[in-house]
């Protein structure tokens, strides 16, 4: 009874640990680098604080690779990026605007 009565004991043990594991491992699937679609810096306009991509597939807006604007949400981005600059970023339409949120150079 003793081995049995521990591997019922192992086994509860387990069980209790498995919803605090998965927690821990939600934020990793939810990473934003994870998320970063890749791009090439077109325009940069300032006047509208808008920055024009030519980017590859956003697959957390489930759009296909194609040029065109974005607004930023951080108008420092559009001093942190030039014409021709590779980059990743993240796109999220919040409000119905599709805004980049977070951007960096290649
Ligand atoms: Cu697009």
């Not at 296909?64 to 970023?89: E, I, Q, R």
């Amino acid at each position: 009874m003793k081995s049995i009565s521990t591997a019922i004991f192992s086994a509860m043990l387990v069980m209790a640990a498995a919803p605090a594991l998965h927690a821990q491992n939600a934020p990793a699937t939810t990473d934003a680098s994870a998320a970063m679609s890749s791009g090439e810096i077109k325009k940069v306009d300032k006047s509208t604080g808008k920055l024009t991509i030519k980017h590859g597939p956003l697959v957390n807006l489930g759009m296909d690779g194609m040029t065109m604007n974005f607004k930023v949400s951080d108008p420092a981005m559009l001093d942190a990026v030039k014409p021709g600059d590779k980059v990743n970023f993240i796109a999220e339409e919040p409000n119905g605007q599709l805004t980049v949120t977070k951007i960096v150079k290649q």
